[in-house]
């Protein structure tokens, strides 16, 4: 494990590197292209429709394309040092559409990385792969760990537990590191009650992929993406163990969302001991018949 005195020395050394990240024109990598800025470093943004321009950025470059071109794909990759894998479809959706764009996609982008010797890969899985798997202090008094086993709780779910079994293939097959992250709520602030304890902070994700950037040979590892809240139920050990340590805590926004939505009942309200949350409710496939 990387402890905090060692992390300076692997970053430090991680830095002169190209980083291809995919939906470079969404909301998180926005927030981390300033905060991933460092001299010797370049951003290579892949997404559909340009990303904005952004003051604090360092060198970037721009390639318009689409996941599921495997050639676009594939040429994206040409030069790159690592890739942080944010594109896809974020939300329910039917399973076509999850399937082409987060599966068939997150193959290309694999296919990319072998094909071009890229040994460095990090996946944005998220929590809705495990969303039916609830909280359980007696069996796990320092959190649900990170590499729970798969219990989708969508369809969008289910295309992240494919995401994850191809960066599983492709440890054992090729020999890649393929590190997935099963995002909480990744937002600049705690959105409703949930967000209390499953929040990760802007800041923090970016300490959270400059630790899965730096990290030697992890293989194939599962870390939460998740600060070190004060209400936090789930284990932060997988992500210390690549040198990964959270600063930020929810609970300085505790009470702007308690007078909001109420105090929360992490034990017995379903929507907030379950790792999807609300989503186990969700419908099933937006555009099913």
């Known amino acids: ?17 190209r980083i291809l990240i ?31 321009p952004l003051a604090g950025t360092g060198d970037e470059e721009i390639v318009i394309a689409s996941l599921d071109d495997p050639a676009a794909t594939l040429a994206a990759c040409e030069g790159v040092d690592a890739i942080l894998h944010l594109g896809g479809q974020s939300k329910e959706a039917d399973a076509e559409e999850v399937l082409r764009v987060n599966g068939y996609g997150t193959y290309c982008l694999l296919e990319g990385a072998r094909q071009h010797g890229i040994k460095r890969v990090v996946l944005a899985s998220s929590s809705h792969a495990v969303g039916y798997h609830e909280r359980d ?17 969508t369809l969008y779910g289910m295309s992240k537990v494919a995401v994850e079994a191809l960066g599983r293939l492709y440890v054992d097959r090729f020999d890649l590191n393929v590190i997935c992250l099963r995002i909480g709520l990744w937002f600049p602030t705690p959105p409703q009650l949930r967000g209390l304890a499953n929040w990760l902070s802007p800041d923090d994700g970016a300490r959270l992929v400059e630790a899965c950037v730096a990290t030697e040979r992890p293989g ?13 139920w789930w284990s932060l050990a997988e992500g210390e163990a690549i040198g990964f340590f959270p600063k930020d805590d929810a609970e300085i926004f505790a009470a702007e969302r308690i007078a909001e939505f ?18 186990i409710d969700h419908p099933l496939g937006l555009r099913m018949p």
């Open 220 to 232: 194939f590892h599962l870390v939460w993406g998740v600060s070190r809240n004060t209400r936090r």
């Open 1 to 17: 494990m990387l402890g905090p005195d060692r992390l300076g020395t692997y970053l430090e050394a991680s830095m002169a590197q």
């Open 137 to 153: 202090d007696e069996a796990y008094p320092d959190g649900l760990p990170a590499d729970l086993p798969p219990r989708p709780d």
């Open 262 to 279: 109420g105090e929360p009942d992490f034990l017995g309200d379903p929507q907030l001991n379950r790792v999807g949350g609300w989503w």
């Open 22 to 52: 995919t939906g470079g024109s969404g909301m998180v990598a926005t927030s981390l292209r300033p905060r991933l800025a460092a001299e010797g470093r370049t951003l290579r943004l892949l997404d559909i429709v340009p990303p904005q």
